[in-house]
T-cell receptor
Framework: DVKVTQSSRYLVKRTGEKVFLECVQD?????MFWYRQDPGLGLRLIYF???????EKGDIPEGYSVSREKKERFSLILESASTNQTSMYLC??????????FGPGTRLTVL | GESVGLHLPTLSVQEGDNSIINCAYS??????FIWYKQESGKGPQFIID?????DKRQGQRVTVLLNKTVKHLSLQIAATQPGDSAVYFC???????????????FGQGTILTVHP
């Protein structure tokens, strides 16, 4: 059974903290994605990666960075968390087909 | 930029009824469409997909219809059950090749509520 896992289901951080969200997939997929999901706004793409050490900005990259050192792992980094980054963060991966497989999400609260 | 949108943000139906969830897209170059279901507290899950060279595709209790003339996509759920209650998203891909390969643009979502 294919699986995308995220390091935390719930996370509470303080303003200014550096935050790491980890995502691991076991499907040997080339592509990995980070989205944030907010009520009424759907899923918005933050960053994606189509290969190890490669990354592309999505629609809302400001305030975020990513790292992909290994094919199975894609990390989202909030260098200095702010309250407007309180959101649900979803990781996904895809292979040669367009279907994306999603993790369960991390609900991040920044106080 | 171009985006995918939904006509109805909420839909309430009775158990056993058929449900229709609609989606409008604006990018005529999109060649692949996908429907996802997201239950509370979970990530989106694949339901069904369709390529632009098709008008209709059927799965188990679900049918996706694509009307390229009016850029409209719909998801039909037959004999809707309480377990179908969720948020449904449509998404599109515009295969421009290169680093855009694999990107999906998502709509805002429709909340489906099924009453027993």
């Amino acid at each position: 059974d294919v699986k995308v896992t995220q390091s935390s289901r719930y996370l509470v951080k303080r303003t200014g903290e550096k935050v790491f969200l980890e995502c691991v997939q076991d499907m040997d997929h080339e592509n990995m994605f980070w989205y944030r999901q907010d009520p009424g706004l759907g899923l918005r793409l933050i960053y994606f990666s189509y290969d190890v050490k490669m990354k592309e900005k999505g629609d809302i990259p400001e305030g975020y960075s990513v790292s992909r050192e290994k094919k199975e792992r894609f990390s989202l980094i909030l260098e200095s968390a702010s309250t407007n980054q309180t959101s649900m963060y979803l990781c996904a991966s895809s292979g040669r087909m367009f279907e994306q497989f999603f993790g369960p999400g991390t609900r991040l609260t920044v106080l | 930029g171009e985006s995918v949108g939904l006509h109805l943000p909420t839909l309430s139906v009775q158990e056993g009824d058929n449900s229709i969830i609609n989606c409008a897209y604006s990018n005529s170059a999109s060649d692949y469409f996908i429907w996802y279901k997201q239950e509370s507290g979970k990530g989106p899950q694949f339901i069904i997909d369709i390529r632009s060279n098709m008008d209709k595709r059927q799965g188990q209790r679900v049918t996706v219809l694509l009307n390229k003339t009016v850029k409209h996509l719909s998801l039909q759920i037959a004999a809707t059950q309480p377990g179908d209650s969720a948020v449904y998203f449509c998404a599109e891909n515009t295969s421009g090749g290169g680093t855009s390969y694999g990107k999906l643009t998502f709509g805002q979502g429709t909340i489906l509520t099924v009453h027993p």
